[in-house]
């Protein structure tokens, strides 16, 4: 999928992730938040605070610099989460969306102290690498610095009993992404109830990477 020409795409296509998320139950009410990068600037936007995500319009987005972390336009609240968003872009310059959800057998599975164990070769593909962080308040500088960090190797961070944060080079990526972790995690599940928490996909069958991963 071709790159958004201005903010307006950009605002459609984080208005149909926003209500896709919350018809397959991934978030719930004014859980959840999606941003994107504006094309051709130093700025992001991201869904203000209190929106529910299958609810959205374009006026509920909030543009902030990407250096700053100043409100610019838009929206004159952001989410809470805003700090999540705005340290991993300055650390993982590369990725275009970050989507941050509350897939309820993602944390299940971390809860019960398992790992998600990508099962098949779409989800080994666009997932590689799963971190994970442990619980830090909502909103605080801890959450956000810890996924960001943890982002540095990885597009897929489950956040101890809270949710998702994946990104992406598109809006598409980074939405396939946690719904490729919530499959992963799904089958996970299944594998732990049957008794084979370490059933994974073949690892002499993981596709080679090239560079650092398929952003």
């Known amino acids: 999928m071709r790159e958004p020409r201005d903010r307006r795409e950009v605002y459609d296509r984080l208005i149909e992730v926003g209500t896709d998320a ?3 139950g991934l978030v719930s009410a004014s859980g959840g938040n999606l941003s994107a990068r504006i094309p051709g600037g130093e700025t992001f936007v991201v869904t203000g605070t209190g929106t529910w995500l299958d609810h959205l319009e374009p006026d509920d987005f909030c543009e902030i610099d990407l250096t700053t972390g100043v409100v610019v336009g838009g929206n004159p609240a952001p989410s809470s989460e805003f700090k999540l968003h705005l340290r991993t872009y300055q650390v993982r310059l590369d990725i275009r969306s970050i989507v941050h959800l509350h897939p309820q057998t993602a944390v299940l599975v971390d809860a019960l102290g398992y790992e998600i164990r990508p099962l ?11 971190n994970r962080i442990d619980f ?12 960001a960090e943890a982002s540095r190797d990885s597009n897929a961070i489950v956040m101890a009993n809270h949710g998702c ?11 396939r992404r946690a719904l490729n972790l919530e499959d992963a995690a799904q089958a996970s599940y299944r594998a732990i109830l049957a ?3 370490g059933l994974c996909f073949p690892p002499q069958h993981v596709p080679p990477l090239h560079g650092f991963a398929v952003v």
Do not use: H, W
């Open 120 to 130: 098949t070769l779409d989800q080994v593909s666009y997932l590689r690498k799963i």
């Open 22 to 24: 919350a018809r397959r």
């Open 136 to 147: 830090f308040p909502n909103a605080s500088d801890e959450l956000a610095d810890a996924a």
């Open 195 to 197: 008794g084979q928490p």
């Open 165 to 175: 944060s994946c990104l992406g080079d598109s809006v598409p990526m980074a939405y």
